[in-house]
């Protein structure tokens, strides 16, 4: 009997997941097929300002590319305008900075240097001075590795006026990430391609799948819109008690989740549960320029997004190789066989899941990036790269979880509950955030 119940429960999971996985895949045929036909979207007489914050450190690959998005926003100019966030003043990215600054003279553009400390997070520490002489109430934080198209500003704005299903207001507008990878021989490392198939296909899909759903708050600091007043009020006290952690009660605003490793899922969640409002994806795509990643950098990168789930959300982060479709496609597969007497074949199951992942998968590349494979050796690469993130993801979970530090930009943190983190050991003198050369935060909300 305990058989045929295991069996049961574990085909009515996969079923529930195969389900979330097509909620994922017609909303990125729904919201982002047909977004390059889009018209330009129709602005208001006075529309709202937006202060454009970019968190800089160091030369990310596509760096001049990537800022000069912001510059040429269809939006009035005297309605926003950019800061650049730099720590330090001998940074090289200052000059890829001014160099854009003098191109377009038209536009509000400047460069807010230094960092004011409120917490271990240095992304948070190197926005604050931003985020507080910002212009107008509207913040749009954009890290550095990211481009967008002329009309993301005009309709990001317009979301915020969009209908939810909860009938709360919008604090929130995001934008599904996808991986691109500039044309560069420097960049083709396997592993950068192995992070290319991930980006554009699981996670995006879970990423579109979850916030449909909108059961919690599922965030990504790629590039994120809300209301300064809205986060001058957030404290971080009412988040869900896994991740709660002791906190000042007079601590509000940015500085309220520099001590997190993960600033961009607790401000989803801070203005989620703490001020009862929704978010909202707009009809635009976070660009991500992609930089040489080895196959080792990309299994280290995978694991630390774990390690900083398991201090956050223990219970998701062990129960997760059960959404993945090899694990989670080979449980089924024998439990299909069980039920079927045998008339089924493991080897047949396993065939037909991975086939369906598989195009299903392909289809959301294909419409985030826009485009279609242009050449049979491109798509074989894509492919390959993608089967073996599938073959690599348990293998990596496995060694995450057994271990709780994690290496941030030189240093090394142990992760603790709720989120926070420790520094125990100083290996360097550079004290920044993320992957190289940016202020890329350390979790992806995929989980």
Request: charged content about 20%; some cysteine; overall charge positive.
């Amino acid at each position: 009997m305990w058989q045929l119940v295991l069996a049961y429960f574990i085909f009515s999971w996969y079923i529930i997941l195969i389900s979330i996985g097509l909620i994922g895949w017609y909303g990125a045929r729904k919201r982002y097929n047909l977004r390059t036909n889009t018209p330009p979207i129709s602005l208001p007489k006075d529309p709202e300002g937006v202060s454009i914050l970019r968190p800089l450190r160091g030369l990310d690959t596509n760096m001049y590319e990537n800022l000069e998005t912001s510059f040429i926003q269809n939006y009035p100019t005297s309605k926003f305008e950019i800061i650049f966030a730099v720590a330090d003043d001998s940074d090289p990215c200052l000059a890829v900075v001014r160099s854009l600054i003098e191109k377009y003279p038209h536009v509000n553009a400047r460069i807010s240097l230094g960092e004011h400390v409120v917490g271990v997070n240095p992304k948070i520490n190197n926005l604050m001075d931003a985020y507080r002489t910002a212009k107008f109430d509207i913040v749009w934080v954009i890290d550095s590795n990211v481009s967008v198209v002329p009309d993301t500003l005009a309709r990001s704005v317009a979301s915020f006026s969009a209908p939810t299903w909860s009938g709360a207001r919008v604090g929130l507008v995001h934008h599904v990430p996808y991986a691109i990878i500039p044309d560069d021989a420097s960049n083709n490392a396997f592993g950068t391609h192995l992070e290319r198939a991930f980006l554009n296909t699981n996670h995006a899909k879970m990423y579109i799948a979850l916030n449909a759903l909108a059961i919690d708050s599922c965030v990504m600091g790629k590039s994120n819109l809300f209301r300064r007043s809205d986060i001058d009020r957030i404290n971080a006290s009412r988040l869900p008690l896994a991740q709660q952690v002791s906190l000042p009660s007079d601590v509000r605003g940015l500085a309220a989740v520099a001590k997190f490793a993960a600033e961009d899922a607790e401000i989803g969640m801070a203005v989620w549960h703490e001020l009862g409002l929704a978010h909202v994806l707009s009809a635009d795509v976070a660009a991500n320029a992609l930089g040489s990643m080895s196959l080792h950098a990309y299994a280290s990168r995978r694991a630390r997004w774990i390690r900083v789930r398991k201090g956050t959300v223990i219970a998701a982060t062990l129960l997760e190789p059960l959404t993945e479709s090899l694990v989670a496609g080979t449980l089924a597969a024998f439990a299909l066989r069980y039920l079927t007497a045998g008339a089924v074949s493991v080897w047949m199951a396993l065939l037909v899941n991975s086939l369906v992942f598989l195009v299903i998968d392909l289809d959301v590349r294909r419409v985030l990036t826009g485009r279609r494979f242009e050449s049979w050796s491109e798509a074989g690469l894509f492919v390959m790269a993608y089967m073996a993130r599938e073959l690599l993801a348990f293998p990596i979970w496995v060694y995450a979880v057994c271990g709780s530090e994690i290496d941030w930009r030189g240093e090394r943190y142990t992760m603790l509950r709720g989120g926070e983190v420790r520094k125990v050991q100083r290996r360097g003198r550079e004290p920044a955030l993320g992957g190289r050369g940016s202020y890329e935060p350390l979790l992806s909300s995929e989980s």
